[in-house]
T-cell receptor, first 110, second 115 residues
Framework: RKEVEQDPGPFNVPEGATVAFNCTYS??????FFWYRQDCRKEPKLLMS???SGNEDGRFTAQLNRASQYISLLIRDSKLSDSATYLC???????????FGAGTRLTVKP | GAVVSQHPSRVICKSGTSVKIECRSL??????MFWYRQFPKQSLMLMAT?????????EQGVEKDKFLINHASLTLSTLTVTSAHPEDSSFYIC???????????FGNGTRLTVT
């Protein structure tokens, strides 16, 4: 089993739709959680950190459920520019690195 | 803040040659940097953790003699792909962060093509 698992996707949604991604992690001692987006043939870029109380940044909402060991990302009012691969990233406690999910591909269509 | 610069962005080399990739933290000091590799349509795979002033820590299955890492200063780590072969063709990305709980900031990646 992979340490960080994401919805395989792809997600194809119309503009304006709401879409949600989930990510589960296996290491219960994981401490920090992030969502990144990666455009084709580019490096990942930080979308948002995920906090225990949940957090929102414009159309994006991230939530963390430690008991069930998953994090989620909700995108409201999807834009064409939201088309990308979304990566779930988990920081392993006592390890100086992060683990990435395989990513979920989102395509927003007109 | 937290800008990471990677160079070159693209390199094409012949089989058997060595290629050096540089990763710099421009506005902060990074005692640790990370090197990843990504094949088309696959996820990022951590290759090694680069530690300033000491040896790098390699992930299982990554040959340390083939992928030489040097982290001689707090702002520079280099990855050298030695005796490159076509199967080494990939997207190599470095990253660094401000602290253990901080998010990673990535360089813009190096697309290596070995002919």
């Amino acid at each position: 089993r992979k340490e960080v698992e994401q919805d395989p996707g792809p997600f194809n949604v119309p503009e304006g739709a709401t879409v949600a991604f989930n990510c589960t992690y296996s290491n219960s001692a994981s401490q920090s959680f992030f969502w990144y987006r990666q455009d084709c043939r580019k490096e990942p870029k930080l979308l948002m950190s995920v906090y225990s109380s949940g957090n929102e940044d414009g159309r994006f909402t991230a939530q963390l459920n430690r008991a069930s060991q998953y994090i989620s990302l909700l995108i409201r009012d999807s834009k064409l520019s939201d088309s990308a691969t979304y990566l779930c990233v988990v920081n392993r406690k006592n390890n100086n690195d992060m683990r990435f999910g395989a990513g979920t591909r989102l395509t927003v269509k007109p | 803040g937290a800008v990471v610069s990677q160079h070159p962005s693209r390199v094409i080399c012949k089989s058997g040659t060595s290629v050096k990739i540089e990763c710099r933290s421009l506005d902060f000091q990074a005692t640790t940097m990370f090197w990843y590799r990504q094949f088309p349509k696959q996820s990022l795979m951590l290759m090694a953790t680069s530690n300033e002033g000491s040896k790098a820590t390699y992930e299982q299955g990554v040959e340390k003699d083939k992928f030489l890492i040097n982290h001689a200063s707090l702002t520079l780590s280099t990855l050298t792909v030695t005796s490159a072969h076509p199967e080494d063709s990939s997207f190599y990305i470095c990253s660094a962060r401000l602290g253990p709980s901080s998010p990673l900031h990535f360089g813009n990646g190096t697309r290596l093509t070995v002919t």
